[in-house]
């Protein structure tokens, strides 16, 4: 099978990603300069909806996200999306772009470092796509 990715472990469906307490700054320009960096949802949206990815973790301030991806060995391989959840702007982290279910999970078991900790949750790109097509992602 062909892994597009390098390694990043699945979680029950009822599990929760994690959600951590809001920034001070959440402003849409300090937001933009956070993310500039980053893979987005449009880039999600242009991935083959039969892969898997990695969902790594949800935080509330996109400077939080820039700063969890930027402090890994592979930034490259993480991207970003929005959600909205009680009326709140919320950021989804995933990992790597996996040609299926198996080879995602057997790259969540490798997770090394701080990476290792977390515990993700191994998602269908088309239901991460679907998600993003339902929310506002500006």
């Known amino acids: 099978p062909i892994v597009e990715s390098h390694a990043v472990v699945e979680t029950p469906q009822s599990a929760a990603p994690v959600e951590m307490a809001p920034a001070q700054d959440n402003s849409d320009e300090g937001e933009q300069q956070a993310l500039a960096r980053?893979?987005?949802?449009?880039?999600?949206?242009?991935?083959?909806?039969?892969?898997?990815?990695?969902?790594?973790?949800?935080?509330?301030?996109?400077?939080?996200?820039?700063?969890?991806?930027?402090?890994?060995?592979?930034?490259?391989?993480?991207?970003?999306?929005?959600?909205?959840?009680?009326?709140?702007?919320?950021?989804?982290?995933?990992?790597?772009?996996?040609?299926?279910?198996?080879?995602?999970?057997?790259?969540?078991?490798?997770?090394?470092?701080e990476l290792a900790d977390i515990k993700p949750w191994v998602r269908p790109l088309r239901l991460v796509q679907q998600t993003i097509r339902d929310t506002p992602q500006s």
């Open 38 to 113: 980053l893979k987005d949802g449009a880039w999600l949206l242009s991935q083959n909806p039969e892969r898997f990815t990695l969902q790594m973790l949800t935080l509330s301030s996109a400077e939080r996200v820039a700063r969890f991806v930027q402090r890994q060995t592979n930034p490259q391989e993480f991207a970003v999306y929005r959600i909205r959840r009680d009326g709140k702007r919320l950021y989804v982290v995933t990992y790597g772009i996996f040609s299926g279910k198996s080879a995602a999970e057997q790259a969540a078991n490798k997770l090394t470092g």
